[in-house]
């Protein structure tokens, strides 16, 4: 069952949305929210970036990063809502890993304070989030996901403490198994994740963070080879009965590629991949998700397969290709957290290029002659979107961010992913493509 959209100026369905974060995500979720119900939405943001700075849609209130500043400025909110004479409940969503945890776990507090909190419960949000602990769950499942070695620093502070021996090839790839266990953590050269050339590379990693006081878990992977046009994303909503209502899945063209944003898609096609689709319904279903969740897939062109690499309790930075695809999230959203409708499942199936870099930048980073066809076809034919571009919130100031945004980006990719180094991750892909017996199951 679905509801019609409201379309802006229309009134909503009684709700207030509440956003915490500050990213291009949490604009675009405003956005989707703003086109469905006509509606505002309140951001409780740590700084008042690009993204949102000057935006007709957002009404921003600043907040310290601490747990108790977060909550407490929640509150805030909610009791400056009451004090205006507003009963509605306040729908909340986050974007960032670390933040949803501190949500999840004052459930609560922020309950009795007017919220409604569309999140699994921390427990299984903790497992999930932990990379080890959901290659675990796709293992059980018997999904695809790359080969793993987790190394733990529970005790390594202790003398005796050795790191578990890699025993695939390298170059690996390294990274926390939880986001959240590794937000704190500080020593010079800190990236989100870690490509190793050498064992030597490695050794000093963990040098680093065992010196740092890291105390988690560190995965280290199989690099399968390939450019970024062999990931996939796929976002799902799974309603309060657990059941999977909303699904959408993209082909990435580019990845962000600086140390803060590695592995962030800045440009991907909406089309609908049954098989990842499934897999992470399974997923969601088998562990009794609740609420949004964003899987990294890979396609290895070694075998055909589709492996998975993590789950994210959220909806995703790049949520706005949901809406893009035909399916806006906040419509499955709001029916089941507030309506309490229970709705078919739908899937976005609208092609369409969501992109936040420029066309002219991707058509020289997508090297596949019929991808970068596709690519172009989109863009002519007016089927692409830029989640910025708003024009029901096109200020001059805001026109002159995404102006001054799109030029940062060729900037960047400029110094962090020069072409060269694409074309070796190209040629690498072909190579390993060519090689393999059959086309395999991932290219149906």
Known sequence: MTSSPAGPGAAGPGFHPVIVGSDIGVYGLARSFHEQYGLRTTVVAFAEPGPIAHSQLIDTVLSGTAPAEIVATLEQVATGRRAA?????????????????ILAHHRTVLE???????????DLIDRICDKAEFSAVCTELGIPTPETVIQDFATAEDDGWRP????????VIAKPASSADYHDVRFAGKKKIYEIATPEELDQLWRSLRGAGFRGRFLVQ?????????????TTYSDTSGRVTLRCSARVLLEERTPAARGNPSAMIVEPVTEILDAAQRICEHTGWRGFANFDVKLDPRDGVYKFFEQNPRIGRNNYYLTAGGQNPTEVL??????????????????????????GLLRRYVLDDGLRA???GLMRTGRSV???????????RRRLYVLTALVNHVRKYRRYYPLSALRANFAAAQAATAARPSAGRGNR
């Open 164 to 171: 578990e021996p890699v025993t695939f090839d390298y170059p």
């Open 222 to 234: 199989e690099m399968i080879p390939g450019d970024d046009t062999q990931m996939r994303s796929v």
């Open 386 to 396: 830029h989640p910025l571009r708003y024009a029901a919130d096109a200020s001059p």
């Open 374 to 376: 596709r690519v172009v």
């Open 334 to 359: 709001v029916d089941d957290v507030i309506l309490g409708q229970r709705r078919e499942l739908v899937t976005a199936r609208r092609e369409v290029l969501y992109a936040v870099v420029p066309q």
């Open 85 to 101: 004479g507003h009963r509605e409940p306040l729908v909340l969503q986050s974007n960032m890993d670390w933040v949803v945890r």
């Open 112 to 122: 009795t304070a007017g919220f409604v909190l569309p999140y699994a419960d921390v």
